[in-house]
Nanobody
Framework: QLQLVESGGDLVQPGGSLRLSCAAS????????IGWFRQAPGKEREGVSC????????NYADSVKGRFTISSDNAKNTVYLQMNSLKPEDTAVYFC??????????????????????WGQGTQVTVSS
């Protein structure tokens, strides 16, 4: 059974950077496409970025394009989300999620939460001066 644990959330000033980690246990992440999502208080969960099982294809929400980068390290069984030029509106709990049922190895799945079967508990990111 796949288990996901996020880490790296923190309080950071606007314009700052953070790197979130999503560490997997129980099985290899190579079998899964991974997505990052976030949820701010009073708002619906929204997709941020995702990466294909191959690690070669990525998708980003328009709100984070050019600022966030998703990557995977199979040796460490971990997926990362590098977040630069952070804004107050990036404040949220960030979740990583995994899907094994997405059929395409070289294509990143969409940023729709219902596509993903496994979820971590989340890590808090607060962007404030």
């Amino acid at each position: 059974q796949l288990q996901l644990v996020e880490s790296g959330g923190d309080l950071v000033q606007p314009g700052g950077s953070l790197r979130l980690s999503c560490a997997a246990s129980g099985t290899t992440l190579r079998n899964y496409a991974i997505g990052w999502f976030r949820q701010a208080p009073g708002k619906e969960r929204e997709g941020v970025s995702c990466i294909s099982r191959s690690g070669t294809a990525t998708n980003y929400a328009d709100s984070v394009k050019g600022r966030f980068t998703i990557s995977s390290d199979n040796a460490k069984n971990t997926v990362y989300l590098q977040m630069n030029s952070l804004k107050p509106e990036d404040t949220a709990v960030y979740f990583c999620a995994a899907t094994v049922s997405f059929a395409y190895y070289y294509t990143a799945p969409g940023l729709v939460p219902s596509l993903y079967e496994y979820w971590g508990q989340g890590t808090q990111v607060t962007v404030s001066s």
